[in-house]
């Protein structure tokens, strides 16, 4: 809106235009105030009714909440007010009028259910809580992508439409793709493989994938955004530094960044940026540490995966961000490279929080014929991904990477209950619109 002032940037003695949402209105019998919400906060107009033109009263006081207004008039210091200043109006427009009933109250002294505020999403965005996780994750996001840089990846763009699953399973989308079916993508892993490989060496993606689920958990999404990383002439080692790296980078910019947000989210004395290393776990300690604390009812045997119970057993005993490398061969995908002096045991990893798993990775098995044998010992037919497996007989060197799950990392980061909290419009089981 052309000449429009933020309600933070009012300064008394001006004449100004904001715009903005009707916030709250409060009728006192011979003055009146209404509440105006934008992006940056809010400020107060003053009505007082015998001495302003009853037209523009009429207008400020018939508007229901979460109208957008537009007002013209001159800031005055008001010490009582919420902000210390207000505007004495000469002009009130309702750009757009809001029904006055609303499906949820945004100033959010009603709470309302998860479901009705992923329902009326933009209501919910309103609220300054909810606003903050999403300003948050773009900072993360921000971050993230200068982490990489960093560390000298270029950002790639990977097909979401695909002929064929990343990790095959019953976990794909199937889609009519021009009478032929094709699928939504598990992952960009295949394809970041094939770029590691053709001479850009490092390469990174923050993109979404989508995984046909049966879960309906709070910590599971049907579509969700991968944070993805690969490295040529890099081994599992140095692609968890990488992880470690880029995930410190993201919470210290959310606490140089984000100081507004952490506190509107009741965070800002808790927030702490991970201080030195990840410690690095094998799978083996893993067990052996779990196993020690005679919490489950069976002690986990090599080739166990690691329960959400065990899990949460672990993270309570390490009590921070950590690695658990080393796992055995059998559990991993067959593109994880196996140790070379130990085929029982694979170069995969997870980076853990410890409330769940965020990164999954290792390094790439880059050799033709070792590939090959993977594919058909996980029963897939090799010529089905021969654009992948074709590309590796043209020279394609050592290469190690990782995915991320970025909403798993802010449900961590902001101590959030529900992973649908930091999605905009969550795709899960039951939800298909918005």
């Not at 773009?138 to 979401?160: G, L």
């Not at 095959?168 to 590691?196: D, H, I, R």
């Not at 990383?229 to 993201?250: P, R, S, Y």
């Not at 119970?309 to 961000?321: D, F, K, N």
């Amino acid at each position: 809106m052309h000449g429009r002032t933020y309600t933070a940037d009012a300064a008394p003695g001006e004449t100004v235009t904001v715009a903005g949402w009707l916030h709250e209105t409060r009728d006192l019998g011979g003055i009146a105030f209404l509440i105006l919400r934008d992006k940056r906060g809010r400020i107060q107009v003053k009505l007082e009714k015998d001495g302003m033109d009853d037209a523009l009263v009429e207008t400020g006081l018939d508007a229901h909440r979460e109208s957008v207004l537009r007002v013209e008039g001159d800031v005055e210091e008001e010490p009582r007010a919420p902000t210390g200043v207000e505007i004495v109006p000469t002009a009130i427009e309702v750009v757009a009028a809001a029904d006055p009933e609303l499906p949820l109250d945004p100033s959010g002294k009603v709470d309302a259910e998860l479901p009705t505020r992923l329902d009326n999403r933009t209501l919910d965005l309103r609220k300054p809580e909810v606003q903050a996780i999403f300003r948050i994750r773009s900072a993360v996001q921000r971050a993230v992508r200068e982490a990489f840089r960093e560390h000298d990846a270029t950002e790639i763009n990977t097909p979401k439409i695909v002929a064929t699953g990343t990790e095959g399973g019953t976990e794909l989308f199937p889609v009519s793709y021009f009478g032929e079916e094709a699928f939504m993508n598990q992952s960009p892993q295949l394809f970041k493989q094939l770029l590691a490989g053709s001479n850009l060496e490092r390469v990174f993606e923050i993109g979404p994938i989508f995984r046909a689920e049966e879960h309906n958990t709070p910590r599971h999404l049907n579509e969700a955004t991968s944070i993805d990383f690969e490295g040529a002439f890099c081994d599992h080692t140095e692609a968890m530094d990488v992880a470690e790296a880029v995930t410190t980078a993201a919470y210290e910019a959310v606490a140089d960044d984000c100081a507004d947000e952490l506190e509107t989210l009741g965070l800002a004395d808790e927030f702490a940026v991970p201080d030195g290393e990840f410690p690095r776990l094998s799978y083996r300690d893993a067990l052996d540490r779990v196993n020690a604390t005679g919490e489950l009812d069976e002690h986990l045997v090599w080739g166990d995966d690691l329960s959400t119970e065990a899990e949460h057993i672990l993270g309570r005993e390490v009590g921070e961000h950590y690695f658990v490398a080393d796992w055995p061969s059998e559990v991993k995908p067959f593109y994880i490279k196996d140790h070379d002096d130990d085929e029982e045991t694979s170069t995969g990893f997870d980076m853990m929080h410890p409330r769940m798993e965020l990164v999954s990775g290792g390094q790439r098995e880059h050799r033709y014929d070792r590939l090959i044998e993977g594919f058909e010992q996980q029963g897939l037919d090799p010529e089905e991904f021969g654009y992948y497996t074709e590309m590796f007989r043209y020279g394609v060197p050592p290469h190690a990477g990782w995915g991320m799950g970025a909403e798993r990392l802010l449900v961590t980061m902001l101590d959030l209950d529900n992973i649908r909290e930091a999605v905009l419009f969550p795709r899960d089981r039951q939800r298909l619109s918005p």
